[in-house]
């Protein structure tokens, strides 16, 4: 090792960005520009202020970081490694971006132990940072006393021009700004450049004066390359400001030390390239060979683990005095970070007969999440001002409102996007809340993203999404979602719902906070009618999770199958019957949840769907993509493959075919 003249902070920077360019170089893929320039701001936060354990990254009252910026992912992966992180051992940078690595092209909080939050698209992270945040101060106004702060930590983001351009940034940081969260403090990288060049080719607003005016309190350090004392202070005063969240504007030189690429858009997304390394090298006056940290640079790091232990010792004090004064408190929250459910929680779901009255499975969905707030104090959710029609009121729990944080009601305004995002975030807090987030089944395009995103990344929300079908009628095709349930169906790891009645409706959600609560978590979305439906006398709570079960049968093996879903179940039962007096042998499955469904053993499904009947119709109001796997050449689907029509909504179902006398003539015609 030659012995160089820097100062012990610029070792440390520098290992940073030479980290990530001798990473990015030997994959031949990444953006090492980010990292280069992001670096001095970076160190300051990870070294001076971020309170985290390297040694056990799911700490509870840790500093929560984003990188919204997600594309200069071997900044984090490069801090995780120097500061101990056992996730991010040097094998796995030199690994970075290669097959089964846990250091992949963008961060993913799945794959690689002390990743947040899975962040690509750009403007997730600083939306997810929000619902971190939010979690935050839901639990501390939920749970922390006069005498006992327990649950005090910092949101802290790097975002960057990109994510300050999409659209979703914009939605959640006017709700942080109206929610006044201020453990949220976000920098942004003001570097001017993306993957086009120089970001005054179509970015030219004022971001500091946006985020003034949704709120925030917002400062700017004008050189982020060498200002570490600025940053600090920055930082300092950031953390003095309480009432609103602090967005910290740092000016920085995109791959700062390369002497030809530095400012341009040749250092965002690609390798050096050999030359350029070795030039860089020379430059910042750095002799190490690649991926060597200097061990006075490596040694200051790695204070982190000591630190951090020490951190949590002092917090695990201060929660064994906690017990001991409110212990029913401690024990709640116990129970929801260790991932358990209430003891029986599960009786408290409605329960419907035939004699129940006729409703829309909205209203249900409306009952089930009243019901099970009341045994569920980790459920938090809301809608994207849509709560009267949605039926997502928790009432008497309150709006969740600056200063008022132990609510539960949490207003989205029409903000979809952001929302789904919230969510994510809420439910990758680690503290055990079990989000919930509302729209019309039709603007699940405004969001999908974030409902991807959400599969991907184990996010237990539960999305709820109503006006499922052409029935919701005048509004029309706008409102009318016909292909949406086939695309949501498509996202692996997303469980799609569309419960027939208030029993499949409480099953639904049986099985929804079971996930968001399993080891692995997954969503699930539940699409409910806007239209007034029978309590089904065959309908369960638990063929819910078997995703498709026998509703109503005849004698003997079958002639026919007919397979509903949602709405239109109930007029297979009543078609069924009428086929039934004419002497034919009718079998109705219900099949709330495909997904569900493809879990199931072999013996099982073939219980459901016997090989030897081929003859089968599919009724859905919405497009046929898709129910070949269940239907074959000698059956036939009853779809909308169109868009719908304005029209109320009993005769635009007629109109389209789903009535019980056509689906009668539907089966006769797959009998032959």
Not at 121 to 148: R, S, Y
Request: hydrophobic letters at 40%; proline letters at 5%; a negative charge.
């Amino acid at each position: 090792m030659v012995a160089t003249t820097q100062s012990l902070e610029e070792l440390c920077i520098n290992s940073i960005r030479f980290l990530a360019i001798d990473a990015v170089q030997k994959a031949n893929s990444g953006h090492p520009g980010l990292p280069m320039g992001a670096a001095p701001m970076a160190f300051v936060l990870w070294d001076k202020f971020m309170r985290f354990n390297p040694k056990n990254p799911k700490w509870l009252n840790r500093d929560r970081f984003v990188l919204s910026a997600g594309h200069g992912c071997m900044l984090l992966y490069a801090l995780m490694h120097l500061t101990g992180f056992d996730s991010v051992p040097m094998e796995e940078i030199k690994q970075f971006r290669q097959w089964d690595s846990k250091t992949p092209g963008h961060p993913e909080n799945h794959i690689t132990e002390g990743i947040e939050v899975t962040t690509g698209p750009l403007g997730q992270g600083i939306a997810n940072a929000v619902g971190l945040a939010a979690a935050e101060a839901h639990l501390a106004a939920t749970f922390n006393k006069p005498d006992c702060n327990l649950i005090d930590h910092y949101t802290y983001v790097i975002m960057g021009d990109g994510c300050n351009m999409e659209g979703i940034s914009g939605e959640a940081a006017s709700l942080a700004g109206h929610w006044g969260l201020g453990k949220l403090i976000a920098f942004y990288d003001d570097n001017h450049i993306s993957i086009d060049g120089h970001t005054d080719i179509s970015f030219t607003e004022d971001v500091s004066k946006r985020f003034e005016a949704y709120g925030w309190h917002v400062q700017h350090v004008t050189d982020g390359n060498t200002g570490l004392d600025a940053i600090a202070e920055a930082i300092e005063k950031a953390k003095a400001v309480t009432d609103k969240p602090s967005m910290i504007k740092v000016t920085t030189l995109i791959g700062y030390g390369s002497p030809n690429k530095a400012d341009t858009h040749d250092v965002h997304g690609a390798a050096l390239g050999p030359d350029e390394v070795a030039a860089t090298r020379k430059n910042l006056g750095w002799e190490y060979p690649e991926f060597e940290v200097p061990a006075d640079a490596l040694s200051h790091f790695r204070q982190a683990v000591d630190r951090g232990a020490k951190y949590q010792e002092e917090w695990d004090q201060l929660f064994s005095d906690y017990k001991s004064k409110y212990p029913e408190d401690a024990a709640t929250l116990e129970r929801m970070v260790s991932g358990k459910l209430p003891e029986g929680w599960a009786d408290a779901l409605p329960k419907y007969t035939p004699e129940s009255k006729k409703d829309a499975t909205r209203n249900q969905s409306g009952a089930t999440l009243n019901a099970i707030a009341g045994v569920l104090p980790e459920l938090i959710g809301g809608s994207a001002d849509l709560a009267p029609s949605n039926k997502t009121l928790l009432k008497g729990l309150g709006d969740f409102q600056k200063g008022q944080y132990q609510n539960r009601n949490m207003r989205f305004g029409v903000r979809e996007h952001g929302m789904g995002a919230i969510c994510n975030g809420i439910a990758l807090h680690g503290s055990g809340l079990i989000p919930y987030g509302a729209t019309f089944l039709v603007f699940t395009d405004y969001m999908r993203n974030s409902i991807r995103l959400s599969a991907l990344a184990e996010a237990g929300v539960i999305w709820v999404m109503t006006h499922d079908s052409i029935a919701l009628g005048e509004d029309g095709p706008t409102h009318q979602p016909v292909e949406h349930i086939a695309s949501l169906r498509l996202i692996p790891q997303l469980l799609v719902m569309r419960p027939a009645d208030g029993n499949e409706t409480s099953g639904a959600y049986k099985v929804a906070v079971e996930k968001a609560k399993s080891s692995h978590p997954q969503p699930t979305l539940l699409a409910l009618s806007r239209q007034g439906l029978p309590n089904l006398a065959g309908s369960s709570i638990d063929g819910v999770a078997k995703g498709a079960y026998i509703i109503s049968d005849g004698e003997g093996t079958p002639d026919i199958i007919l397979i509903g879903t949602g709405g239109e179940t109930y007029q297979c039962v009543d078609a069924a019957e009428k086929l039934r007096e004419e002497g034919k042998k009718v079998r109705v499955v219900s099949m709330p949840c495909w997904e569900l469904f493809e879990e199931q053993d072999a013996a099982y499904k073939e219980s459901v769907f016997p090989a030897a009947v081929k003859k089968r119709l599919a009724v859905e109001a919405g497009v046929s993509f898709g129910w070949h796997r269940y239907v074959t050449d000698e059956g036939a689907t009853l779809s909308v493959d169109t868009f719908g029509a304005s029209a109320p909504g009993g005769v635009v179902l007629e109109k389209f075919g789903f009535t019980v006398d056509n689906i009668v003539a539907k089966a006769k015609e797959v009998l032959g």
